[in-house]
């Protein structure tokens, strides 16, 4: 198994299996946008066993990677591509990491990494090769439909603060400099 197969065979249903929680009342009844999200996770991943229980321990490391990166997207696109973000929500249709409260708490990505590290998942089965590879299939699976420019997507989303080190880890180094060698293969020059 590798990263990319774990992608196309099996993250979907694997997804799929993980118990969401709907917005409060309030949100559902009085913002538009937000109605039909369903979050995950908690603050800083409290419910990491919850989530992870679900999946095969031998795909655990592929599920986390291909969860960070669904989530490093969303967020991307809610940031910065607000004009369309309601097309993305309809076409992705991801869960949202985070939690909902008196308001809609999305957490940081990194968490997902740091947790499961500190649950003992180890990434180094990944390969830098397979990471490159995944990264690769990221881009083109991008939707052209949205008018993103890929280049533009995958640049801002290197420099969002939220994607910047909160804690020093080889597994978060190991994913940038994967997405940094495919952004400058693609779109030149050096980030």
Same mark, same amino acid.
């Given at each position: ?7 196309? =065979?099996?993250?979907?249903? *694997?997804?799929?299996? &993980? ?11 009085? *913002? ?5 999200? @369903? ?9 990491? /066993?919850?989530? +992870?229980? !679900?999946?095969? $321990? ?6 986390? &990677? ?10 991307? &696109? ?5 004009? $369309?973000? =309601?097309?993305? *929500? !309809? %076409? ?5 990491? #985070?939690?909902? #409260? ?13 947790? $499961? ?19 690769? *299939? ?11 420019? +890929? ?7 290197? /420099?969002?603060?939220?994607? @910047?080190? &909160?804690?020093?880890?080889?597994? %978060?180094?190991?994913?940038? =400099? ?6 400058? $293969?693609?779109?030149? #020059?050096?980030?």
């Amino acid at each position: 198994m590798t990263l990319s197969k774990y992608a196309h =065979e099996h993250f979907r249903s *694997d997804l799929l299996q &993980i118990r969401t929680k709907s917005p409060n009342v309030s949100i559902q009844q009085y *913002d538009s946008i937000r109605r039909s999200y @369903q979050f995950f996770g908690g603050p800083r991943w409290q419910e990491f /066993e919850e989530n +992870t229980e !679900v999946v095969d $321990a031998i795909n655990l490391p592929y599920f986390v &990677i291909c969860l960070y990166s669904m989530t490093l997207a969303d967020q991307t &696109i809610h940031t910065h591509f607000r004009h $369309a973000r =309601e097309e993305w *929500d !309809v %076409l992705a249709r991801y869960p949202k990491f #985070g939690w909902c #409260g008196f308001g809609c708490h999305h957490e940081k990505p990194q968490y997902l990494i740091l947790v $499961a590290e500190e649950n003992g998942i180890d990434f180094n089965k990944i390969s830098d090769e397979e990471l490159v590879e995944f990264m690769r *299939d990221q881009w083109n699976l991008f939707p052209t439909g949205l008018m993103i420019k +890929t280049c533009e997507f995958f640049q801002l989303m290197l /420099e969002d603060p939220d994607f @910047q080190p &909160i804690q020093d880890s080889n597994t %978060l180094s190991r994913f940038r =400099e994967a997405i940094e060698l495919v952004v400058n $293969a693609k779109c030149g #020059g050096s980030h």
